[in-house]
């Protein structure tokens, strides 16, 4: 599998929220010329995020957008006022024009989270890109067994309407790739249902045969209607889990352009259709919840440590806590900062220490990155330029590597955090370490809690 295919090995298991899959946007004129459009933003794959305009955008912009954040919600740590909505950041490491400027491909961080996120281009003079991991992957190709597709390309719905509609608004990429779709060939289009609980009818309807499959099962081929049109069903069983749909048709027969839409009716009111839009791209980033137990107390009491003494014990090598966290700005920036957690109860910040993959900051999110070479890494990744990345392991050690040679890229359940910190320090110095961290910045010169 390729890096380009967006993750088809990725097994999902977690339902995440998901946000308006493409924001059009209105850009206010600058005196003199109306300056190019944004008509859409969307991520093109794990580290890939492409603009599109109604005109061309010059070099000089495109390069004031690396080292920007792009900015996404994130779910607030246990122990944190749930009232607030914590924000993290991915980075653009790497921006570049396509499609004679019309189209700016930048290279970034992994995305973490299907979540909403959001690109702020106050310098152009408009609104902020706003996108989400909704969508689809569709590939098209001559349909020859064995023959590579001839483009991957992200798609924002199910309903070939929807996509003529990005074309109609300036996006250059969706007008040639909709070009094609009048062209012989097979399109083959991936993604992942978000449904809650229930029994579901998936029913895709087209102007050509169909052929669809849920979770890897055996394909359905479409049958004819009485209007000439052809549907498949799709019995859906849904857990609360995503669940893989892959659906595959000719193009370009007769040479008619291709149709297709989707919608979805309830076991309840199966004559009740609506759109099928609960879509995710199949690379997005859903790993499988790691299997804890419930939180337990902690076996001995949190208090009466010595903030001092846990000063100590942070930046100690028994503990290493500093080798990848800071507090006021001394220690390692691998992952999280730990110099706000006073007012958090001492069992929270204590469970985190101790079973570090219970909760997953997904800033600090890692990955599993699988080259084509068989090399296996695994830990957090972060983009190096248009073509590199970097993956950090448990032991602070980075590991190079080329995009263009990852095979597989997905997130992993367990954090690269060593878990039972409690077996090495034991009962007093965990105590010390609380109270230090615990301890608001200003007052970290001692004290006991």
Request: with cysteine; aromatic share 6%.
């Amino acid at each position: 599998m390729s890096f380009e295919s967006r993750g088809r090995g990725v097994v999902a298991r977690a339902v995440w929220p998901l946000a308006t899959i493409c924001v059009l946007f209105a850009v206010e004129p600058a005196r003199g010329a109306d300056p190019p459009r944004l008509v859409a933003a969307w991520a093109a794959g794990p580290m890939e995020v492409r603009l599109a305009w109604d005109g061309p955008v010059d070099e000089a912009f495109a390069g004031r957008l690396v080292g920007r954040s792009i900015t996404f919600a994130k779910p607030s740590r246990p122990g944190w006022d749930a009232s607030k909505t914590p924000r993290g950041a991915i980075k653009i490491a790497a921006s570049r024009r396509a499609d004679g400027g019309r189209t700016l491909v930048l290279a970034t961080d992994p995305h973490p989270t299907a979540t909403s996120y959001l690109l702020r281009l106050d310098d152009a003079g408009g609104m902020p890109a706003e996108y989400s991991l909704g969508g689809v992957e569709a590939s098209w190709g001559s349909g020859v067994e064995g023959d590579e597709p001839s483009w991957t390309a992200w798609w924002p719905s199910l309903d070939l309407k929807d996509w003529r509609a990005l074309a109609a608004r300036g996006s250059t990429e969706h007008a040639a790739r909709l070009a094609d779709l009048s062209k012989p060939g097979r399109l083959s289009i991936r993604t992942l249902l978000r449904l809650p609980q229930g029994t579901y009818a998936a029913r895709l309807w087209s102007n050509v045969p169909v052929e669809a499959s849920i979770n890897g099962e055996d394909a359905l081929k479409s049958s004819a209607t009485p209007r000439g049109e052809y549907r498949v069903e799709l019995a859906v069983e849904s857990s609360g889990d995503v669940i893989d749909l892959l659906a595959t048709l000719p193009t370009g027969l007769g040479g008619a352009p291709t149709a297709l839409r989707a919608t979805l009716a309830t076991r309840a009111e199966p004559k009740s259709e609506r759109a099928l839009s609960d879509l995710l791209v199949p690379w997005s980033p859903t790993p499988a919840a790691p299997v804890v137990a419930p939180a337990a107390a902690p076996a001995f009491d949190l208090n009466g440590g010595d903030a001092a003494r846990g000063e100590a014990v942070f930046f100690s090598e028994q503990a290493r806590c500093a080798a990848c966290h800071q507090v006021s700005g001394r220690g390692g920036a691998i992952g999280p900062d730990l110099s706000n957690q006073a007012g958090r109860d001492l069992a929270s910040i204590y469970r985190e220490i101790n079973d570090p993959s219970a909760f997953i900051d997904p800033e600090y999110q890692p990955f599993v990155v699988a080259n084509k070479d068989g090399r296996v890494a695994v830990g957090l990744v972060r983009a190096a330029g248009s073509d590199g990345l970097r993956v950090v392991d448990t032991a602070s050690q980075t590991t190079e590597l080329r995009r263009g040679d990852v095979a597989e890229l997905r997130p992993s359940a367990s954090s690269i955090m060593p878990a039972g910190l409690i077996g090495v320090l034991g009962e007093q110095k965990m105590r010390d370490l609380l109270a230090y961290l615990s301890t608001p910045p200003q007052s970290k010169s001692g004290g006991k809690r």
